[in-house]
């Protein structure tokens, strides 16, 4: 009875035990105010209960100037030129952060944390006025015991002060690159402009969490693919032992899915140590992973809701006798990065899992030019990403350091090329302070299997010397820490032995960079150099490639006056100080001058017919946003593997209301290149060459398929089929490849005269007579002009919608919602339609996904129609509002 008696009761010990040494997290909430100590001095602010009312709610993680905008302490900065109007003077300077907390949130016993994830760009940390810290740097963590300073009989004081760039007058260095590590475009660039307090702050987490004795740090799972049948992992984590005791236990991994479990050999640690453990395959036979499912880039495989393959591994240090003392769970991605330089004589190609992959993508400069994307902010742009059929994202001169983003990445299938914070050959004013950064990046994101490509520098050799210390740094801190199994290219637009700025010399391997404004689509085909001097005449891999992108008229009035309210034109464009100048639609070149705004007009008033209000110019501009954005992509698939090898738009995200570089915009609004980017990079895909005719069907999986068949159609602008023109063909396609059906219009000089604008569908059908791929075009007589559609009939009340179904999307969350569109004029075709839901007010409903836009219908076809939106949105009432550009 006593033995009975004593067992339970140490099992019982145990089990409160276990409950209690979990991971604990306390909420903080912030109070923000300049430093002055005029005002207030450290002793002052230090002491529990100070009075803040005076001082404003703190954003954590966020910025300065942007819990200021919160609080309502500034004019919306999107809209007009009110951010230009702000007293910078007022942010760039440092500002306390305050917080307190109770000691009796956690239980007696517990080692309590205080953990930092970024800090811009210095902070100073503080606890009960005891200095604890400093963090230098957006990425550099800090992880400070803070146990045995805590308050027990009062509440805890937390304070940090965060110190902006630039702040040291005798360091007053631009941002690019002499502050580096630093968000860079927060001084402006010409994209965005310069934000107050250049974006400083606690711009990442902080949270308040217990452990036992010791603490698992920096647990990393690294994989290897033999082939694809196998994987070998390798676990590893290091263990901090916090007493002043010897503390034995054991380290246990557990991996998921395959509940695949390894318990390591008792562990001694030392008091007050700090140890590194690591486990592999040859000790434990288990870590063979047999028929692994391996993540894939999107579009090459993943699961039925078009998510990714993803395990997870828990990895806690059990302490003998008393349970577990610390766990942390990662998710990682098992897949094979590989490359070569050869397989298209010069240019960079790119595996997954020994799978060729065409690169299409976009860069990714701000997340927000604020830094207010948070979260699930990103769900919504990824979803937008992984929806344009890209399979990756360029993290911009590392301007995006929330791991939001790659988790996101991770789960949609977009890979990731990431930047480190340099621009060009500069130097930079710390090595000390880079270099320590550096090493937290690779070691806080190495274990997402989305980042494919690290990147020293945009557009130039780290340090202007591919042997120097700064190149050898972030390469050291990658190899060291990331057992160097991705990609390193040292500048993103050549090989890093090419001369400064340029792409001509020993090493080719990407293209360059440019141009930045609007092509016609027969130079798309023909001419990859687009007249930029650092381009080389080969399509390549190319880093950076842009157009300008107007916006939908419902977005620009939201960010532009009422006495803008009209079609641009050259002349308005060509100022440095107005409106236009102000979101980025100038010809000065620090302004938004390389998306030629100029030549964006022209083309529009030249090929559609001079605008006649903002409406019209807005309706004109998507026509041109998706013949661009689809013939930029198309162009690099006609190509592909000849020299073709991938190609990144510039900009595929807006982080500022503008007109140039975006796929969607500021406020979620789809553009018409966001269409022409879906369609064209489709993993199945049929187009046509605007140069040759030739119509051709790319297949981007790693398998063939046959039994496909390709048909072309082309109408009168009146909707109805020229039966003379119609060609189909059966073909089988090989694996990554890019196959010619046929040539379209090949009897055009025996057959009828067509229309002054004129329309080809393809269409590309599978073995079962299903739909694969359908592409459609809108071709002049005469190059380039479409005028002729301003004088289509209207096709008003003839074209007709019903809601089919409604049902829940993939995710298990989103509503779905499927309409039936068709177009019953007996005149006229129905072009360019615009679908969008609004609610009872005419208001736009956003974000949303749309699963086709900005197309046309012939007489009498029907088109099914699929949005998918957040149920939220919807609680109102909601209406589908459909406008052809002949409405």
């Not at 738009?649 to 982080?655: D, K, V």
């Not at 398998?703 to 072309?712: D, V």
């Given at each position: 009875m006593r033995y009975i008696l004593k067992f339970t009761l140490n099992t019982l010990f145990l089990l409160l035990l276990q409950a209690t040494t979990q991971a604990q997290s306390v909420k903080l909430n912030w109070k923000l105010f300049p430093q002055d100590d005029r005002l207030y001095t450290l002793e002052q602010i230090s002491v529990p209960g100070f009075y803040t009312n005076n001082w404003i709610d703190g954003v954590v993680p966020g910025t300065v100037f942007y819990a200021y905008v919160k609080a309502g302490k500034e004019k919306d900065p999107d809209y007009a030129d009110n951010i230009y109007q702000v007293d910078?003077?007022?942010?760039?300077?440092?500002?306390?952060?305050?917080?307190?907390?109770?000691?009796?949130?956690?239980?007696?016993?517990?080692?309590?944390?205080?953990?930092?994830?970024?800090?811009?760009?210095?902070?100073?940390?503080?606890?009960?006025?005891?200095?604890?810290?400093?963090?230098?740097?957006?990425?550099?963590?800090?992880?400070y015991n803070i146990t045995n300073i805590l308050n027990t009989k009062a509440p805890n004081v937390i304070l940090v002060l965060t110190v902006p760039p630039r702040n040291d007058p005798e360091h007053n260095h631009p941002l690019a690159n002499w502050e580096s590590p630093t968000y860079i475009s927060s001084g402006s660039w010409d994209w965005m402009p310069e934000v107050p307090g250049l974006n400083s702050g606690i711009t990442d987490t902080v949270s308040l969490t217990t452990t036992g004795p010791v603490a698992v740090t920096d647990p990393w799972v690294?994989?290897?693919?033999?082939?694809?049948?196998?994987?070998?992992?390798?676990?590893?984590?290091?263990?901090?032992?916090?007493?002043?005791?010897?503390?034995?236990?054991?380290?246990?991994?557990?991996?998921?899915?395959?509940?695949?479990?390894?318990?390591?050999?008792?562990?001694?640690?030392?008091?007050?140590?700090?140890?590194?453990?690591?486990?592999?395959?040859?000790?434990?036979?288990?870590?063979?992973?047999?028929?692994?499912?391996?993540?894939?880039?999107?579009?090459?495989?993943?699961?039925?809701?078009?998510?990714?393959?993803?395990?997870?591994?828990?990895?806690?240090?059990?302490?003998?006798?008393?349970?577990?003392?610390?766990?942390?769970?990662k998710t990682f991605g098992i897949r094979k990065i590989s490359a070569d330089t050869t397989s298209v004589n010069g240019p960079l190609r790119v595996y997954i899992n020994n799978v060729p992959v065409l690169l299409k993508g976009g860069n990714w400069g701000m997340s927000d030019y604020m830094l207010k994307a948070r979260g699930k902010d990103y769900e919504t742009r990824i979803r937008f990403h992984q929806d344009m059929n890209f399979n990756i994202i360029r993290n911009w001169t590392g301007e995006v350091t929330d791991e939001a983003f790659y988790n996101y990445c991770d789960k949609y299938g977009i890979m990731v090329w990431d930047d480190f914070w340099l621009n060009n050959f500069g130097q930079i004013d710390s090595l000390g302070i880079f270099k320590t950064n550096a090493i937290e990046k690779v070691k806080k994101l190495r274990h997402h299997p989305s980042i494919v490509i690290w990147c020293g520098a945009n557009e130039g050799v780290p340090g202007g010397d591919p042997n120097g210390p700064l190149n050898n740094t972030i390469k050291a801190a990658i190899k060291n820490n990331d057992s160097d199994d991705r990609i390193y290219l040292a500048r993103s637009n050549a090989g890093e032995t090419n001369p400064n700025f340029s792409i001509h010399g020993g090493s080719r391997i990407l293209s360059g960079s440019g141009l930045w404004s609007n092509t016609d689509p027969k130079t798309y085909f023909t001419d990859p150099h687009n007249g930029y001097l650092f381009s080389k005449d080969s399509y390549g891999m190319r880093s950076e490639l842009g157009t300008a992108t107007f916006v939908n008229v419902e977005s620009f009035k939201k960010f532009m006056p009422q006495e803008y309210w009209v079609a641009p034109t050259p002349k308005a464009v060509d100022s440095k100080t107005n409106m236009w100048a102000r979101h980025y639609f100038s010809t000065d070149g620090s302004l938004g001058g390389g998306a030629d705004p100029v030549?964006?007009?022209?083309?529009?008033?030249?090929?559609?017919?001079?605008?006649?209000?903002?409406?019209?110019?807005?309706?004109?501009?998507?026509?041109?946003?998706?013949?661009t954005m689809k013939a930029m992509y198309e162009s690099w698939n006609d190509h592909m593997w000849k020299d073709a090898t991938g190609m990144l738009?510039?900009?595929?995200?807006?982080?500022y209301p503008s007109m140039i570089w975006q796929t969607y915009d500021y406020y979620y609004d789809l553009t018409g290149a966001y269409f022409g980017a879906k369609k064209?990079?489709?993993?199945?895909?049929?187009?046509?060459?605007?140069?040759?005719?030739?119509?051709?069907?790319?297949?981007?999986?790693?398998?063939?398929?046959?039994?496909?068949?390709?048909?072309?159609?082309?109408?009168?602008m009146n909707g109805k089929i020229v039966p003379a023109y119609t060609i189909t063909k059966s073909l089988n396609v090989a694996p990554a490849s890019a196959t010619e059906a046929f040539v379209a219009f090949s009897n055009a000089g025996s057959s009828p005269a067509l229309s002054a604008v004129h329309f080809l569908k393809l269409r590309l059908t599978n073995k079962a007579g299903k739909l694969v791929s359908e592409n459609f075009y809108w071709i002049g007589n005469a190059y380039l002009d479409y005028t002729a559609l301003n004088k289509m009939p209207r096709v008003g009340p003839s074209l007709l919608h019903s809601k089919v179904k409604v049902s829940t999307a993939k995710n298990g969350i989103n509503r779905l919602l499927t309409y039936r569109i068709i177009n019953t004029s007996k005149n006229t075709a129905a072009f360019g339609i615009r679908a969008q839901l609004v609610d009872k007010a005419g208001k736009q409903l956003l974000p949303a996904l749309y699963n086709d836009g900005y197309f046309s219908l012939m007489q009498g076809e029907a088109k099914t129609l699929e949005v998918e939106i957040d149920p939220k949105l919807l609680t109102q009432g909601y209406n589908l509002q459909i406008k052809a550009y002949n409405n």
């Open positions: 910078k003077s007022k942010y760039n300077r440092p500002f306390w952060y305050r917080s307190e907390f109770l000691s009796s949130a956690f239980k007696p016993g517990k080692t309590v944390w205080l953990n930092f994830n970024g800090i811009h760009k210095r902070g100073e940390i503080y606890v009960n006025g005891q200095h604890i810290g400093s963090i230098k740097g957006l990425v550099e963590r800090g992880r690294h994989t290897q693919l033999k082939d694809l049948n196998a994987a070998d992992v390798t676990v590893g984590a290091n263990l901090q032992n916090t007493s002043s005791r010897a503390v034995s236990g054991t380290l246990k991994f557990v991996i998921n899915p395959g509940n695949i479990t390894v318990n390591g050999p008792q562990i001694k640690l030392r008091p007050n140590s700090f140890e590194n453990v690591t486990y592999n395959e040859g000790q434990f036979a288990q870590l063979h992973i047999k028929s692994p499912k391996l993540w894939w880039p999107n579009g090459y495989g993943g699961n039925a809701d078009g998510t990714q393959h993803l395990y997870t591994c828990s990895v806690s240090f059990e302490v003998d006798g008393a349970g577990v003392s610390d766990r942390v769970v030549k964006y007009i022209n083309t529009i008033n030249n090929s559609y017919g001079k605008a006649t209000s903002l409406e019209d110019f807005c309706k004109k501009a998507q026509m041109l946003n998706v013949e738009i510039w900009m595929s995200q807006s982080a064209a990079c489709e993993p199945v895909h049929i187009q046509w060459n605007a140069a040759t005719n030739s119509v051709k069907v790319i297949n981007n999986k790693a398998y063939s398929i046959e039994g496909l068949r390709a048909a072309a159609f082309v109408y009168d």
